[in-house]
């Protein structure tokens, strides 16, 4: 199993926007230099992340690691040109040496819609679309294609080519399971958001997105699953729950404000700590313990990516955390 991070590059109070980008560049190295197989970054358009154009992140990144691999996370397809992003990360594939890859979705915030002027009525359409169009650039130099959200292509070539005969492109999904399905049916590999809950609630949803790749007839090995999910290691449980709490506390809080939920308390947090709940939050031996109970639950797993941002604050804590990932939990799951 592949084990990573996804990072929102989240801003801390207190901490310079030049700072924070600083320390994110740490992370990553330090992610590199632990033994972890790939580092994320998200994108979102708002004040208090600095991930509007993870591309360039990454690239800045490429150049001070040797073996990662380097990912959005999720970039926000509906709202951009894939004609544009399969450039940038085209680009980020010959400057990492053939370590870049895409993952796709609609993203759970939506202010990137009405930021480049498009219609929120549009919103599948325009995912399933751009899908299209970024999936027939990986595939073809010279593409000819039409739509609805772009002018057509008429065979212009579209470069650079990335380094990777076939650079991956994932497919992210929350729980809708339409979603699943459509990833099964493209033979796309799979990103599950777990943000809350219970990963074992989300192997039926696994089940249909392999199903549905199998009906398609492609290969079991092509249907790969990943999971995203929070989570952070320190030396104990109690450590980690403590580090972790404050500033998810603060971020969950804050989007439930947006979006109607009611103000994050302890009780929720540790209820999704405890065993079975969809964090991973402790120790070494805790973390791994429920990495290998998840991808039991889930029929197998290919990939897992912690997200961290909430412990951005202390920044010791997160490179020592990210350490402590590369270098006691992964042996561990792999043992």
């Known amino acids: 199993m592949e084990i990573g991070i996804d990072s929102f590059a989240a801003t801390v109070k207190g901490v310079s926007a030049m700072d924070r980008m600083g320390f994110l560049l740490d992370e990553i190295e330090m992610a590199d230099t632990s033994g972890l197989d790939v580092f994320g970054i998200g ?10 154009a993870p591309a360039v992140i990454l690239a800045a990144a490429a150049a001070r690691t040797k073996s990662i691999r380097l990912t959005s996370a999720v970039t926000v397809l509906g709202a951009a040109d894939p004609v544009r992003v399969f ?18 979705g609609r993203g759970s915030s939506i202010e990137a819609y009405p930021l480049f002027g498009l219609d929120l009525n549009d919103y599948d359409a325009l995912s399933e679309e751009k899908l299209e169009l970024l999936l027939a650039l990986r595939d073809e130099t010279n593409v000819t294609w039409s739509g609805r959200f772009r002018a057509p292509l008429d065979g212009q070539g579209v470069y650079p ?5 076939k650079m991956p492109i994932w497919l992210g999904v ?49 249907l790969r699953v990943g999971i995203h999910a929070l989570g952070f290691v320190a030396e104990t449980d109690r450590e980690a729950a403590d580090r972790f709490f404050p500033g998810w506390q603060a971020m969950f809080t804050k989007i439930g404000l947006e979006r109607g939920w009611a103000p994050s308390t302890r009780a929720q947090f540790d209820n999704l700590v405890r065993p079975g ?48 990932l590369g270098r006691e939990v992964k042996p561990r799951v792999s043992a």
């Open 43 to 52: 994108e979102h358009h708002r004040g208090d992340y600095l991930d509007s």
């Open 87 to 104: 450039q940038e990360f085209a680009t980020l594939d010959l400057i990492s040496r053939g370590r870049a890859e895409i993952v796709v």
């Open 161 to 165: 080519r990335p380094a990777q005969p």
């Open 174 to 222: 929350g729980g809708t399971p339409q979603s699943f399905a459509r990833a099964g049916i493209l033979g796309l590999p799979l990103m599950v958001a777990i943000i809350g809950g219970e990963f074992r609630r989300f192997r039926s949803l696994v089940n249909l997105y392999r199903e549905a790749g199998a009906r398609a007839g492609h290969a079991p090995e092509a």
């Open 277 to 324: 709940g969809a964090f991973l939050v402790g120790d070494p031996d805790t973390v791994a313990a429920k990495i290998r109970q998840t991808s039991e639950d889930l029929g197998g797993i290919d990939r897992l990516t912690f997200q961290m941002s909430s412990a951005a604050s202390d920044q010791p804590a997160m490179l020592r955390s990210i350490e402590m």
